[in-house]
């Protein structure tokens, strides 16, 4: 049994992550859940790590009430650190980081997998030099997000904002703008979009539609030499 711990910057569990990777992922293969802010209340949350209007901006969800939350990336590096080493003493095979934002280098005896640079990677892969959209959750969030696909060598590229916590109707208005306004290739650029969202907005747009999920899955595959199950049966 390969054993993979999802680790989340906000709270476990979070079924509305672990529901897609487990449509994803073989048999064989078996998750375990840790998060930055287990074992607070939502109060302490945003008291000790909460988004002060400066810096990072990340956006994740508390486990219980599955409610969105905006963190500070800055003061929750710390705590993402905990959860590996948590997750490798307890076993775990391998570890990823359910967020596609940018993380410091990370001490870790397992293989640590990290989706933000492998989905800007694949989406200018399928691009090419045609125009990229990417779709991310909030407008303040356009100018870090744009950072780092510059980085990452990104040059032709619209943004477009839609939260993945609210209405799904929105992510699939955005897309349409994007395509609209000349996007080939489409990336929803959020741990938390779901391959239901990816299917609606590749039906709506007709665009291909990077979702760092299943390029997780990939990045999985090719670590242990595992098949995943095809992706069309996860939506």
């Known amino acids: 049994m390969f054993t993979i711990a999802v680790i989340t910057i906000g709270q476990s569990p979070r079924p509305d992550i672990t529901s897609d990777l487990r449509k994803l992922l073989p048999?064989?293969?078996c998750m375990t859940e840790y998060g930055a802010l287990d074992g607070l209340t939502r109060q302490q949350a945003e008291e000790q790590f909460g988004y002060r209007g400066r810096g990072e901006l990340l956006i994740?969800?508390?486990g219980g009430s599955g409610s969105s939350l905006k963190v500070d990336g800055d003061s929750i590096m710390g705590q993402l650190q905990t959860c590996i080493c948590r997750a490798q003493e307890d076993g775990a095979d391998a570890a990823l980081i359910a967020c596609t934002g940018v993380f410091p280098d990370y001490e870790h005896q397992i293989p640590l997998?990290?989706?933000g640079e492998p989905q800007r990677k694949a989406t200018m892969n399928l691009a090419g030099e045609q125009l990229m959209g990417v779709v991310i959750p909030k407008e303040h969030q356009r100018e870090?997000?744009?950072g780092w696909w510059r980085e990452s060598?990104?040059?032709?590229?619209?943004f477009g904002i839609a939260d993945p916590y609210e209405d799904p109707k929105k992510i699939v208005e955005a897309a349409l703008e994007l395509k609209a306004a000349g996007a080939r290739?489409?990336?929803l650029d959020c741990f938390g979009y779901t391959t239901r969202q990816q299917a609606d907005v590749q039906k709506a747009t007709g665009l291909e539609t990077v979702l760092?999920?299943?390029v997780l899955i990939e990045e999985l595959t090719a670590l242990r030499n595992i098949t995943p199950k095809d992706s069309a049966d996860a939506r």
């Open 60 to 62: 994740t969800r508390m």
């Open 153 to 158: 060598g990104a040059r032709h590229i619209l």
């Open 212 to 214: 760092p999920r299943t």
């Open 144 to 146: 870090q997000i744009a």
């Open 27 to 29: 048999e064989g293969v």
């Open 113 to 115: 997998l990290l989706p």
């Open 185 to 187: 290739v489409l990336c």
